[in-house]
């Protein structure tokens, strides 16, 4: 099983966009490749549902991508390192809707700090985080609130948390013009540290083997995984990789584990 996972495992790194390859070989050419979106085995969300969540709209040497994102307060959005880390020209932030097309709030972000130590191995994203500041501040209504966060060293194994995101419901499917949801199961450390030897705490692992079964993926990168913590949704997660998007676990971004990082970047 273990030589299985590292030959499938360079399927997915979920940057979106206007035309796909299939015949990836390693995670590096997938971050540079023109790859789409999806939430798969998912449902529409209902209107402000998650009023945190963002479409980001991405320049990046010279071509168009779609990346999720989470508003953290007024003037901050997080999304995954991988999405803007370099190349970047512009970041739009779209929000306020379910229709990526048609947000109530747009903005061009001022200042993208990706983490300082992102870097891609043919096995996994590591310190996959980054930080956007948006020139005006979010007008916060029904459909843009902003999110609180895991708290440091905070664990949702065993819990049942929620994906959303734009984009396609399978690997050769079109994009959804409508925000889709997902439930995951969180799968505990141990357990996916043994499938993926090369993650660590910095991750969270979260879906099933189910063949078809719930996932994010390519587009949805950067997007939120929600938890319960103490009776609210917090930010737990952020997409960043996996399998192919159709079988298969997802790795998120650990939020707890980078609070301090997160904090110090929303100064």
Request: charged share 15%.
């Amino acid at each position: 099983m273990k030589v299985l996972i590292a030959l499938c495992l360079v399927a997915l790194a979920y940057a979106n966009p206007i035309e796909e390859r299939l015949d990836l070989k390693t995670l590096d050419d997938l971050l540079l490749a023109n790859n789409s979106s999806y939430i798969v085995s998912g449902q529409r969300a209902a209107k402000c549902e998650f009023p945190s969540i963002v479409s980001l709209s991405i320049i990046k040497n010279g071509r168009g991508f779609m990346c999720g994102g989470t508003l953290l307060d007024a003037t901050h959005v997080i999304t995954a390192a991988h999405c803007v880390a370099s190349g970047v020209q512009r970041v739009t932030i779209n929000m306020g809707s379910l229709y990526a097309r048609y947000p109530k709030f747009v903005d061009i972000a001022s200042n993208v700090q990706a983490h300082e130590s992102f870097y891609v191995t043919a096995k996994a994203l590591h310190n996959d985080v980054a930080m956007l500041t948006l020139y005006k501040p979010v007008p916060f209504a029904d459909c843009m609130q902003p999110i609180a966060l895991a708290s440091p060293g905070e664990s949702f194994e065993g819990q049942t948390c929620v994906t959303a995101g734009w984009g396609k419901t399978g690997w050769t499917m079109p994009v959804s013009e409508v925000l889709r949801k997902v439930q995951l199961p969180i799968m505990p450390y141990q357990e996916c540290h043994r499938i993926w030897p090369h993650i660590g705490h910095e991750h969270i692992c979260a879906g099933t083997w189910m063949r078809g079964g719930p996932t994010p993926c390519q587009g949805d990168s950067g997007g939120p995984l929600y938890c319960k913590s103490k009776a609210q949704w917090v930010l737990a997660g952020l997409v960043s990789f996996g399998l192919k998007c159709e079988f298969g676990p997802a790795l998120y971004t650990n939020v707890a584990y980078f609070r301090n990082w997160i904090d110090s970047h929303r100064l």
